[in-house]
Structure formats: structure tokens, C-alpha cells
């Protein structure tokens, strides 16, 4: 995680998956990771899935975007 002060060429206002970085967890089946989010009550912001990658991006409590890859 990364912190930018108002003087940095990188800061930006705060808006939930831009300009904070996020946390990225790998997980062994991202289907079946996504069907327990959604069970415990969070919601899935994108899923992306192609023959070279698949990751999605969930919203915890705080709307902070938490990546599963």
C-alpha cells in the first residue's frame, strides 16, 4: 500500500479502486472464492476472465477493492 501527500506528482483525491493501491490475493478457484463473497454479503465490483488471466475485484465493509486472482 502506497501513501501519496498532497505534494507528490501521485496523489489524487481518494476515490475507492482508483487512487488507493489495493490488496491482491491469489486463490486456488476464483469461481468458488467469488460464490463465498457473495454468500457472506459482499459485492463483486468486476470479474475479468480470459485464457491468460482471471481476477476480480471485491468490496469490503469500508469500499476498499480487495483483488482474487
Not at 491469489?26 to 459485492?43: I, P, S, T
Not at 471485491?58 to 480487495?66: L, M, S, T
Request: charged share 25%; hydrophobic share 30%; glycine share 10%.
Amino acid at each position: 500500500m502506497n501513501y501519496y501527500g498532497k505534494d507528490s506528482p501521485y496523489y489524487t483525491d481518494y476515490s475507492p479502486g482508483e487512487a488507493l493501491d489495493h490488496l491482491a490475493f491469489g486463490v486456488e478457484d476464483l469461481g468458488k472464492a467469488l460464490e463465498f463473497c457473495r454468500a457472506g454479503g459482499y459485492k463483486v465490483i468486476s470479474e475479468h476472465r480470459s485464457n491468460e488471466s482471471k481476477y476480480a475485484y471485491v468490496e469490503d465493509p469500508n469500499g476498499i477493492w480487495i483483488e482474487l486472482f
